[in-house]
């Protein structure tokens, strides 16, 4: 079984201050994590996904995550927040095999950026 | 690519109606899922198959709601009767998934449901 944890509801920082959403999971098999964002009245869209090799991991608009397996962590970040990064994210983590391949998400972090 | 259509986008009935929610999923792909999101419970997996084959629908709350995939291309979410608690955001998602694949789930726009 797999769940996930998002530390922080919502979020605010200034624009061109660093973003860092924090994500921590469970799994009782090897995770696939992802990060996803949705804008107002939209669906979620990939932001960036850890499956196997290089821990840290870019993904789109300048995102990235490290997968620290030690820690338990999927640690999202940015170094400058634009205007247009305000949104929700919400991690989530999947098992590596056959069965195991639903996404379990996390309970969303809004984010905020502070003109 | 269309990316995954849902249908309709925005859905208003009564208590006690019949709704149907549609889904096609992306080309090639072989796994799609229902989800739904409220405020109140955040984003929750219904059912999801493989193969037009449902897999695991352990997250479908009650009897009234049944999915079916008919074929690769179309699939259906369906309340009946509908009841308040219902209205909620509905998304589908599908995922090319296979033997060894990783997961990567699309999702759709939505279908905004509001029973009154």
């Known amino acids: 079984a797999q769940s996930v944890t998002q530390l922080g509801s919502h979020v605010s920082v200034s624009e061109g201050a660093l973003v860092l959403l924090r994500c921590n999971y469970s799994?009782?098999?090897?995770?696939?994590l992802f990060w996803y964002v949705q804008y107002p009245n939209q669906g979620l869209q990939l932001l960036l996904k850890?499956?196997?090799?290089?821990?840290l991991v870019k993904g789109i608009n300048g995102f990235e995550a490290e997968f620290k397996k030690s820690e338990t962590s999927f640690h999202l970040t940015k170094p400058s927040a634009h205007m247009s990064d305000a949104a929700e994210y919400f991690c989530a983590v999947s098992g590596s095999n056959f069965g195991n391949e639903k996404l379990t998400f996390g309970t969303g972090t809004r984010l905020t950026i502070i003109p | 690519d269309a990316g995954v259509i849902q249908s309709p986008r925005h859905e208003v009935t009564e208590m006690g109606q019949e709704v149907t929610l549609r889904c096609k999923p992306i080309?090639?792909?072989?796994?799609l899922f229902w989800y739904r999101q409220t405020m109140m419970r955040g984003l929750e997996l219904l059912i999801y198959?493989?193969?037009?084959?449902?897999?695991?629908d352990s997250g479908m709350p009650e009897d009234r709601f049944s999915a079916k995939m008919p074929n690769a291309s179309f699939s259906t979410l369906k309340i009946q009767p509908s009841e308040p608690r219902d209205s909620a955001v509905y998304f589908c998602?599908?995922?090319?998934?296979?033997?060894?694949?990783?997961?990567?789930?699309?999702f759709g726009p939505g279908t905004r449901l509001t029973v009154t």
């Open positions: 998602a599908s995922s090319p998934r296979g033997t060894g694949g990783s997961y990567e789930q699309y």
């Open positions: 198959f493989n193969n037009n084959v449902p897999i695991d």
């Open positions: 850890y499956t196997t090799g290089a821990t």
């Open positions: 799994s009782s098999v090897p995770p696939y």
């Open positions: 080309s090639g792909h072989n796994s």
